[in-house]
């Protein structure tokens, strides 16, 4: 099962050179402390889920992890309350048919964002995986599927990775190479 991601941060600089680190897992509010200007964020958001599988065929492609990045922003004021949001993960999928997992849900802190992973392709549909900040992963059963697109958000440096696809011997192969 995908997990939720989150935002750890911001490392709060005073003018008295005092820094304070603050963890949110859930979304909510954030209140920086009197002198805050500038923070550094990790922002992570939800995975992605696999694909289900029939009871007749047992291949599926996992989901993707979600984007991760690190954002220094230098626009904050202190005292001041800001709204984060933690992405949940995507869930995955199961029963009496072939389905693709659900993509994972974006998380944002400060104006900045990170997106969520990409869900697993279908195992015999042929139905590709989902991009992502990683992509999801391709089933077998059809070398029409392909695997989902990293970085969907578009950031440089890169959130994420592509997925991985299926080797045809009945491996798979790594998306990050």
């Known amino acids: 099962m995908a997990g939720n ?15 304070t680190i603050t963890s949110k897992t859930s979304s909510g509010d954030i209140t920086t402390q009197p002198g805050t200007r500038v923070a550094q964020t990790l922002i992570v958001a939800g995975g992605g889920g696999g694909a289900g599988v029939s009871p007749s065929n047992n291949t599926a492609g996992g989901g993707g992890a979600g984007g991760y990045r690190c954002v220094e922003v230098n626009t904050l004021s202190g005292n001041t309350t800001y709204s984060i949001v933690v992405g949940a993960g995507g869930a995955s999928r199961s029963g009496p048919t072939d389905a693709d997992g659900n993509s994972g849900s974006t998380s944002s802190a400060f104006c900045q964002s ?64």
């Open 114 to 177: 990170s997106t969520g992973g990409g869900g697993g392709g279908r195992s015999t549909s042929g139905q590709s995986a989902q991009p992502g900040g990683s992509g999801g992963g391709t089933g077998g059963g059809s070398s029409s599927a392909s695997a989902g697109s990293g970085n969907a958000g578009s950031f440089d440096p890169p959130e994420g990775n592509p997925g991985g696809t299926l080797d045809t011997s009945g491996g798979a192969t790594d998306g990050a190479s």
């Open 5 to 19: 991601g989150g935002v750890i941060g911001p490392v709060n600089v005073t003018s008295k050179g005092k820094n």
